[in-house]
């Protein structure tokens, strides 16, 4: 009976958070309550409470789902290219672009992420939990490019944290600009000759090798 009743409210959990993602695409955060979520969940305020301490928790608890999501690709990706770390970061790049088209949770929170949410009022410790996730992702992408070099396959060289922001503004970019026009460019079509564009970069680029001394 308590396993059931654990499952029962861990799905329960999922589906709020199913809700409000469908919720704060539509309109956006700031425009969205908790009422609005929890009467289209049908459950009560008290339930939501239950499971989440305020708006914000709730908006960064979808995406900490989306973040560890990465983490769970990275495994997968190792095991399918054992010693080829740059395979892996490729089809990691390739899924991330992909997946905003074909994966409608992922789709969904990256509008929300870059066309409807504002960082202010009660979502601005959202901000500074964003902030965190994106200071560890620059280390986690420095970490995959020194797999990559001690490979020998990307430059030994390679500036690994001027070549992580550059990936995540590049990543970031592509995705925020077909979500605000996707009749403009086929991402799915295109994502790997993108991803292709980065990796050729960190290859030839000058200006991401250190100087020589």
Same mark, same amino acid.
């Given at each position: 009976m308590a396993r059931k009743t654990k499952q =029962? /409210?861990?799905a329960t959990r999922q589906h709020i958070l199913d809700v409000a993602l469908h919720l704060f695409s539509q309109q956006g955060v700031s425009a969205t309550s908790l009422t609005e979520i929890a009467k289209a969940a049908g459950v009560t305020r008290g339930a939501i409470y239950w499971h989440f301490k305020n708006k914000s928790d709730l908006f960064t608890e979808i995406w900490e789902l989306s973040e560890s999501s990465i983490g769970e690709l990275e495994i997968e990706y190792q095991a399918k290219f054992p010693d080829d770390p740059l395979s892996v970061l490729r089809e990691i790049l390739v899924h991330l672009l992909e997946a905003t088209v074909t994966e409608e949770r992922r789709r969904l929170l990256m509008e929300i992420i870059f066309h409807k949410c504002e960082f $202010?009022?009660?979502? %601005? $410790? $959202?901000q500074q939990a964003q902030s965190r996730l994106c200071l560890e992702s620059y280390d986690r992408i420095e970490q995959i490019l020194a797999h990559c070099i001690q490979a020998k396959m990307l430059p030994a060289d390679l500036l690994t944290r001027r070549a992580a922001v550059i990936m995540r503004g590049f990543i970031s970019g592509i995705m925020e600009n077909?979500?605000? /026009?996707? =009749?403009?460019?086929d991402l799915?079509?295109? %994502?790997?000759s993108y991803v292709a564009i980065l990796l050729e970069t960190y290859q030839h680029c000058p200006t991401l090798r250190a100087p020589k001394v």
């Amino acid at each position: 009976m308590a396993r059931k009743t654990k499952q =029962q /409210a861990l799905a329960t959990r999922q589906h709020i958070l199913d809700v409000a993602l469908h919720l704060f695409s539509q309109q956006g955060v700031s425009a969205t309550s908790l009422t609005e979520i929890a009467k289209a969940a049908g459950v009560t305020r008290g339930a939501i409470y239950w499971h989440f301490k305020n708006k914000s928790d709730l908006f960064t608890e979808i995406w900490e789902l989306s973040e560890s999501s990465i983490g769970e690709l990275e495994i997968e990706y190792q095991a399918k290219f054992p010693d080829d770390p740059l395979s892996v970061l490729r089809e990691i790049l390739v899924h991330l672009l992909e997946a905003t088209v074909t994966e409608e949770r992922r789709r969904l929170l990256m509008e929300i992420i870059f066309h409807k949410c504002e960082f $202010v009022g009660e979502m %601005a $410790v $959202v901000q500074q939990a964003q902030s965190r996730l994106c200071l560890e992702s620059y280390d986690r992408i420095e970490q995959i490019l020194a797999h990559c070099i001690q490979a020998k396959m990307l430059p030994a060289d390679l500036l690994t944290r001027r070549a992580a922001v550059i990936m995540r503004g590049f990543i970031s970019g592509i995705m925020e600009n077909w979500l605000f /026009a996707p =009749q403009s460019f086929d991402l799915h079509k295109e %994502a790997r000759s993108y991803v292709a564009i980065l990796l050729e970069t960190y290859q030839h680029c000058p200006t991401l090798r250190a100087p020589k001394v």
